[in-house]
Nanobody, 125 residues
């Protein structure tokens, strides 16, 4: 059973930074594409960022481009989401996702098989 455990969430003021981590286990990590989704209260779950299994392709939703960076460490079996210049509208539960090899339709929830439990990010104004 694939396990994804997120950490690094918390409360931060607008303009601040946080780095989320997702530790993956029970999978050949280097062959898995990884990503992040988020869901704000009363909102639909939305795609945030993804990094393909070779690490040569990254994708972001428009609202976070230039502020968020996704990266991976295949030695530590961990994917990161560095979030800078945070805004109140970034407040959400952030979920780590994983799937084998390249993920077509990576911006849709249905494209990803494995999900973490989520970590809360709250940005105060």
């Amino acid at each position: 059973q694939v396990q994804l455990v997120e950490s690094g969430g918390g409360l931060v003021q607008a303009g601040g930074s946080l780095r989320l981590s997702c530790a993956a286990s029970r999978l050949p990590f280097s062959t898995y594409s990884m990503g992040w989704f988020r869901q704000g209260q009363g909102k639909e779950r939305e795609f945030v960022a993804a990094i393909m299994w070779r690490g040569d392709s990254t994708y972001y939703t428009d609202s976070v481009k230039g502020r968020f960076t996704i990266s991976r460490d295949n030695v530590k079996n961990t994917v990161y989401l560095q979030m800078n210049s945070l805004k109140p509208e970034d407040t959400a539960v952030y979920y780590c996702v994983a799937d084998r090899y390249s993920v077509n339709g990576y911006s849709t929830s249905a494209a990803w098989t494995h999900w973490g439990q989520g970590t809360q990010v709250t940005v105060s104004s």
